[in-house]
């Protein structure tokens, strides 16, 4: 099984900030995903196949890296970015998911 | 447009087993493998396993091979995940969800919370 570890757990950022997570692979993968949820609702999907943008995603978005290092980024916060985002990797049965990080505003 | 629909909210004792339900609409439902996910309280998400309506092909995280099972019902377009054996570890929010076209899980249900309590 492939373990992810995302840090921080928490973060809280002002808006206009830039914040970023980052998501450590056990293994290399291939292909990295990032959901957004927020409280009572489902997961979804923000940023496929390392660095695309779902669609409706705001450019302030980004995604990057490879291999067993991936980051997510928000190049400028925003209150509606509050939530708490998740990576995932689907390059071996069983998928996986990080342990989430919970994004604040100050 | 694509639409999962979870049974409700299940309140069971400890010991006893629950069946939830995902309705499919909007497309093929024996094109696209459904998944089901885990989130504990406040936690993260628990891949549990995969089930391939076309031919019921199915693929457990093999933390969960002994608590679930995964079914489906191809007249009804709907989905079944049997948990059985249910203790308190069990409780929490239960997805459906697909992956379709892309490789990830685009379409999301609204999850059904299960309460293992006596």
């Known amino acids: 099984e492939i373990l992810l570890t995302q840090s921080p757990a928490i973060i809280a950022a002002s808006p206009g900030e830039k914040v970023t997570i980052t998501c450590s692979a056990s293994s290399s993968v291939s292909y990295m995903n990032w959901y957004q949820q927020k409280p009572g609702s489902s997961p979804k999907i923000w940023i496929y196949g390392i660095s695309n943008l779902a669609s409706g995603v705001p450019a302030r978005f980004s995604g990057s890296g490879s291999g067993t290092s991936f980051s997510f980024t928000i190049n400028s916060m925003e209150a509606e970015d509050v939530a708490t985002y998740y990576c995932?990797?689907?390059?071996?049965?069983?998928?996986?998911f990080g342990s989430g990080t919970k994004l604040e505003i100050k | 447009e694509v639409q999962l629909q979870q049974s409700g909210p299940e309140l069971v004792k400890p010991g006893a087993s629950v069946k939830i339900s995902c309705k499919a609409s909007g497309y093929t439902f024996t094109d696209y493998n459904m998944h089901w996910v885990k989130q504990s309280h406040g936690k993260s998400l628990e891949w549990i396993g995969y089930?391939?309506?076309?031919?019921?092909?199915?693929g457990y995280n093999q933390k969960f091979k002994s608590k679930a099972t995964l079914t489906v019902d191809n007249s009804s377009s709907t989905a079944y995940m049997e948990l059985r054996s249910l203790t308190s570890e069990d409780s929490a929010v239960y997805y459906c969800?697909?992956?379709?076209?892309?490789?990830?899980?685009?379409?999301w249900g609204q999850g059904t919370t299960l309460t293992v309590s006596s």
């Open positions: 969800a697909l992956i379709t076209t892309r490789a990830y899980f685009d379409y």
């Open positions: 995932q990797q689907r390059s071996s049965y069983p998928f996986t």
């Open positions: 089930i391939y309506p076309y031919n019921g092909g199915t």
